[in-house]
């Protein structure tokens, strides 16, 4: 813009400052001006960092194998509880067979004493029917034995394993009469009676129901 150097001075500055005024409303609308963010691109994705990890699949559990009931270890073939909860096994008697009543000339002695009536002979045979294969732990819960012993009309044994007393003890109550017997046995802490009379029941007697007691305290 030229300026007429014949105007007053003052009109001079009144036309400058309207042109810098019309300079900067100029600029404000110029459409080359944009704000930064309109500038910025979303950033590109870069390559994913480590294994790859997909939805979680849910495992599926086996179930426990059923565990085998310890009482079952007890049960010698042909045996069933009976009323009272002892296992009942009723004797099958042979043609010819000793009877208990022949042990009669053993009263008073212990199976040690050149006998081996636990080991051998019909107290021995009818024993191993009854308890199957129980029988070793009785032996063996017999090694502390008391002589074969008499009270009424009824016969009696008791004993235990050497230094397990607590856990591991046994008795055997014979009753001649009706050619049966009843065991007590205690092996790994667990009780269990055992008899092949079948029906009725064998009574302990006075001295194995104190052996009992005694081996089985009360906690």
């Known amino acids: 813009m030229k300026l007429n150097p014949h105007l007053p001075w003052k009109a001079v500055f009144l036309a400058c400052v309207t042109a810098a005024m019309l300079s900067a ?31 979680a699949t849910p495992s599926t559990a086996t179930a426990p194998a059923a565990s085998t009931a310890m009482s079952g270890t007890n049960v010698s073939a042909g045996a069933v509880w009976g009323d009272g909860g002892e ?9 010819g067979e000793a009877e208990l009543q022949s042990l009669v000339s053993l009263l008073g002695k212990y199976p040690q004493d050149g006998t081996k009536y636990l080991e051998q002979g019909v107290l021995a045979e009818r024993l191993k029917a009854l308890l199957g294969r129980r029988y070793d732990a009785l032996l063996l819960n017999l090694q502390t034995v008391s002589p074969l ?14 230094h397990e007393g607590g856990t591991e003890a046994a008795a055997v109550v014979i009753d001649p009469a009706r050619n049966a017997i009843r065991v007590w046995l205690l092996n790994r802490g667990t009780q269990t009676v055992y008899t092949d009379l079948p029906q009725g ?17 009360s906690k």
């Open 25 to 55: 409303c100029d600029s404000k609308k110029s459409p080359d001006t944009e704000s930064p963010a309109s500038n910025a691109s979303a950033p590109k994705a870069g390559p994913s960092i480590g294994p790859s990890i997909g939805p």
């Open 87 to 95: 296992l009942r096994k009723p004797l099958a008697a042979k043609p």
């Open 149 to 162: 012993t008499k009270e009424g009309e009824l016969w009696s044994i008791t004993g235990n394993r050497q």
């Open 201 to 217: 029941d064998i009574p302990w007697t006075e001295s194995v129901n104190k052996f009992i007691a005694n081996a089985t305290p």
